[in-house]
T-cell receptor, first 111, second 114 residues
Framework: EDQVTQSPEALRLQEGESSSLNCSYT??????LFWYRQDPGKGPEFLFT???AGEEKEKERLKATLTKKESFLHITAPKPEDSATYLC????????????FGEGTQLTVNP | NAGVTQTPKFQVLKTGQSMTLQCAQD?????MSWYRQDPGMGLRLIHY???????DQGEVPNGYNVSRSTTEDFPLRLLSAAPSQTSVYFC?????????????FGPGTRLTVT
């Protein structure tokens, strides 16, 4: 059974204070790892897909990296508008098309 | 493209009532799914479908029913609502061809069962 654990549960940063969010996963053959952003009262919004260890993807102040056991979402010089819940999900070889989600990290960036 | 749409946005039901949450997508995606999101429990898969006429159970299917008669629509039926079904429900879709692809979510339906 695929499992995803995200840490920390909540993170408070000052504007400009860089940090990282962690997504640890257990899967039988990773087909894809996905990062989403969710704003209050809205559906998750897709950010990145990573397919294999060593892969990195960037978008504005966000950079996602992947190892064989975990993924990091690095946030460089965050702004208050980066405040949201960030979700990680995996698709494994034995799970068909289904995704397994972690519980998310709630990020708050104070001005 | 409208993407994934859901109706209604809010709903209050009494225990024992039934209702259908609507979901539609206009991206010609083969895969559609329903999740519920509860505080501290993340997104949990209720039912999913890999194409018209094909559905399967997810992690928490009890009390819910689905059907997929067209590629575009994937309604979720609550057969006899219970307070434990109070939650936020999200519909999502993704394409299957070409390997793992991103999943697009609808805006959600906030359901309260009293």
């Amino acid at each position: 059974e695929d499992q995803v654990t995200q840490s920390p549960e909540a993170l408070r940063l000052q504007e400009g204070e860089s940090s990282s969010l962690n997504c640890s996963y257990t899967v039988s053959g990773l087909r894809g790892l996905f990062w989403y952003r969710q704003d209050p009262g809205k559906g998750p919004e897709f950010l990145f897909t990573l397919y294999s260890a060593g892969e990195e993807k960037e978008k504005e102040r966000l950079k996602a990296t992947l190892t064989k056991k975990e993924s990091f979402l690095h946030i460089t010089a965050p702004k208050p508008e980066d405040s949201a819940t960030y979700l990680c999900a995996v698709q494994g070889e034995t799970s068909g098309s289904r995704l397994t989600f972690g519980e998310g990290t709630q990020l708050t960036v104070n001005p | 493209n409208a993407g994934v749409t859901q109706t209604p946005k809010f709903q209050v039901l009494k225990t024992g009532q039934s209702m259908t949450l609507q979901c539609a997508q206009d991206m010609n995606h083969e895969y559609m799914s329903w999740y519920r999101q509860d505080p501290g429990m993340g997104l949990r898969l209720i039912h999913y479908s890999v194409g018209a006429g094909i559905t399967d159970q997810g992690e928490v299917p009890n009390g819910y029913n689905v059907s997929r008669s067209t590629t575009e629509d994937f309604p979720l039926r609550l057969l006899s609502a219970a307070p434990s079904q109070t939650s936020v429900y999200f519909c999502a879709s993704r394409k299957l061809a070409g390997g793992p692809s991103e999943q697009y979510f609808g805006p959600g339906t906030r359901l309260t069962v009293t």
